[in-house]
């Protein structure tokens, strides 16, 4: 009975290195997210995994950052050539349809040196 | 543009007095509404939600919110706060629901319970 799921919980890292955030949703759920949180402020949606649709990426600041979703399940969110600018808690929640609430991962908390 | 804002980046009340933390929505559609809530150093949760029927809408610890379609508001209220309700909820919104809908989150409201 286990729900979202991310990994790692923490990375530091230095910059210009590429970094790959894990998110394991509850089985079964449909809709999958990734957002970005600085501070405890605001979440910052950065794209929106839908069935087998193709995805929102919407949300991505820039081209250094990608995700994908394999199987309908599990999502990578890769970020490349890390800046200082990207450290935040990344955070996935996932629903199981889009019209349902979402729960949401511990978060991963990115510290770019 | 669909948006979804909470005027207020801070409420403050004292303990036992009732409190409301304000959101309202701009979308298409017939929407759904959440609220969320995140407390210090925990994960974000789910407390309620409005998809259609009886306005006023029940959730978690107490807390309940009005839809109120004519002013596009969601409002969250409780009777009387906790300290323990102290932390960062944040309204969001699914415009006029179809399987491609994408939730959209307000910015958030710090809410402080003084004892």
């Known amino acids: 009975g286990a729900g979202v799921s991310q990994s790692p919980s923490n990375k530091v890292t230095e910059k210009g290195k590429d970094v790959e955030l894990r998110c394991d949703p509850i089985?079964?759920?449909?809709?999958l997210y990734w957002y970005r949180q600085s501070l405890g402020q605001g979440l910052e949606f950065l794209i929106y995994?839908?069935?087998?649709?193709?995805?929102?990426k919407s949300g991505l600041p820039s081209d250094r950052f990608s995700a994908e979703r394999t199987g309908g399940s599990v999502s990578t969110l890769t970020i490349q050539r890390t800046q200082q600018e990207d450290s935040a808690v990344y955070l996935c929640?996932?629903?199981?349809?889009?019209?349902?609430?979402?729960?949401f991962g511990p978060g991963t908390r990115l510290l770019v040196l | 543009a669909q948006s979804v804002a909470q005027p207020e980046d801070q409420v403050n009340v004292a303990e036992g007095n009732p409190l409301t933390v304000k959101c309202t929505y701009s979308v298409s559609g017939n929407p759904y509404l959440f609220w969320y809530v995140q407390y210090p150093n925990r994960g974000l949760q789910f407390l309620l939600k409005?998809?259609?029927?009886?306005?006023l809408v029940k959730g978690s610890y107490g807390f309940e919110a009005e839809f109120n379609k004519s002013q596009t508001s969601f409002h969250l209220k409780k009777p009387s706060a906790l300290v323990s309700d102290s932390a960062l909820y944040f309204c969001?919104?699914?415009?006029?629901?179809?399987?491609?809908?994408?939730?959209?989150f307000g910015s958030g409201t710090r809410l402080s319970i003084r004892p």
């Open positions: 969001a919104v699914i415009p006029g629901y179809s399987s491609a809908s994408k939730i959209i």
């Open positions: 409005y998809i259609t029927g009886d306005n």
């Open positions: 089985s079964g759920h449909t809709a």
């Open positions: 929640a996932s629903s199981y349809t889009p019209g349902e609430s979402q729960y």
């Open positions: 995994f839908q069935g087998n649709s193709a995805p929102d």
